[in-house]
């Protein structure tokens, strides 16, 4: 189990990132964004009421192994497919089946990428704009509502791993009524316990 102490994986995530500078980006369009580290993912989960919110915050490389802006057929297409298993988010972050979770609003933004691109049904005014550095973000968010609550107790990304072989870890942050706590999930280990 990576379960680790919160002061312990604040201390490796520092670590990692002094000894991987040259990966690192500040991000000029969400300036409060962490470090971007290619290979990993932050997550914040919040369970409040029969409301499941996942906020995914991930280098672009993870998800299509490029940062630039899709110009090429290929590129775009490469785009859409990833768009749409993403946007499959009861796949993504499997739930109990008791709870009886279904998505209900999901979006995604890149600031390289065009929304409808990414299947944005209402395009925001913003258009992309190149990496100044060469690096870029994606950022889903996804809803899922819970008939029941109450049957809820894990979150499963292991179908994210899978089919985003990118993701070497992914750092989450879990907010529930009860509990508030730091997990970090890899392929072979990637439930998130809400309990
Ligand atoms: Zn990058």
Redesign the pocket.
């Known amino acids: 189990m990576s379960r680790l102490p919160l002061a312990f994986s604040a201390f490796s995530v520092i670590a990692a990132s002094l000894l991987s500078l040259p990966?690192f980006?500040a991000d000029d369009h969400h300036g409060n964004h962490p470090a971007?580290e290619?290979g990993v993912g932050k997550l914040d989960v919040a369970l409040e009421g029969n409301t499941l919110t996942l906020h995914l915050d991930t280098?672009?490389?993870n998800l299509v192994g490029f940062?630039h802006a899709a110009t090429s057929a290929r590129d775009k297409e490469t785009v859409q497919a990833m768009a749409k298993v993403l946007r499959d988010a009861g796949r993504m972050f499997a739930t109990d089946a008791a709870a009886q979770c279904k998505p209900a609003e999901i979006q995604l933004e890149s600031a390289v990428l065009p929304p409808a691109l990414l299947g944005e049904k209402s395009p925001s005014s913003a258009a992309p704009a190149a990496a100044s550095d060469?690096?870029?973000?994606l950022d889903g968010d996804f809803t899922l509502v819970c008939a029941s609550p109450g049957a809820l107790n894990t979150v499963d990304a292991s179908a994210l791993f899978r089919a985003f072989p990118g993701f070497q870890r992914i750092d989450v942050q879990l907010a529930t009524p009860k509990k508030q706590a730091a997990f970090q999930l890899a392929p072979d280990n990637a439930i998130i316990p809400l309990n």
């Open positions: 990966a980006a971007h290619h280098p672009l490389i940062e060469g690096h870029a973000d």
